[in-house]
């Protein structure tokens, strides 16, 4: 049994995403006590912004003719979906960044999709259990002033569920900065709630996580 975690918060001593993976993970962790969890910090180890134009051309010209920046990045595209596929389970952590999705996850998922294995036509990850977990510094929800502006979980539900046809759980935790901006301070209860029911849904959805496979593999 494996487990694949993908962190891309920049601030990994104080990162609301990571504290709650860690909690999906420790529900994996005790289903499956000796599986392996594979992990990939996109803040530790970021990818190259080069690489995905560098594996997409890489993709128009023969082997002997690519550039050894085009080769070492269609072999990092390569990993990336190695570690997909192989993994019988997986877990992302993708904070919200200035209104959009993470760019050290884009590029990750950018190069990741070079690989034809992975492609909306492939079924290597069709029907994968997969839990995102994501956090949003403000509250996006229907009827907030802001509401509309996260553009970021909409678009990794797309690419995760929709073009990757993971079985998808979400865990979603508004209001992060409260606390730390003294304008948002009217919301502390709010966020305490909010912070309350995105650690039970992440321990919830990391049940079902170990719990899906369990019933795959049986």
Do not use: C
Request: hydrophobic residues 45%.
């Amino acid at each position: 049994m494996s487990l694949f975690r993908l962190d891309a918060s920049i601030l990994p001593a104080s990162s609301a995403s990571r504290s709650l993976a860690d909690l999906v993970e420790a529900e994996w962790t005790a289903s499956h006590p000796d599986s392996t969890v594979t992990r990939r910090d996109l803040a530790a180890d970021p990818v190259p912004a080069a690489a995905w134009a560098d594996a997409v051309t890489g993709g128009f010209v023969d082997e002997a003719q690519r550039t050894d920046a085009q080769r070492a990045a269609r072999a990092l595209g390569t990993t990336f979906a190695d570690e997909l596929i192989g993994a019988d389970a997986l877990l992302f952590a993708v904070p919200l960044y200035n209104y959009g999705v993470s760019q050290h996850f884009k590029t990750w998922f950018d190069l990741a999709y070079t690989d034809p294995r992975i492609d909306p036509q492939g079924t290597a990850l069709r029907g994968k259990p997969a839990t995102l977990v994501t956090v949003l510094g403000g509250n996006y929800a229907p009827g907030t002033p802001k509401e509309g502006w996260d553009h970021s979980t909409g678009w990794l539900r797309r690419v995760l569920e929709d073009v990757w046809g993971l079985d998808l759980r979400i865990v979603e935790r508004p209001f992060t900065l409260v606390g730390v901006n003294p304008a948002l301070d009217a919301f502390a209860d709010t966020a305490r709630e909010l912070k309350e029911n995105a650690e039970t849904d992440a321990r919830t959805y990391g049940r079902e996580l170990a719990a899906l496979r369990g019933d795959q593999v049986a």
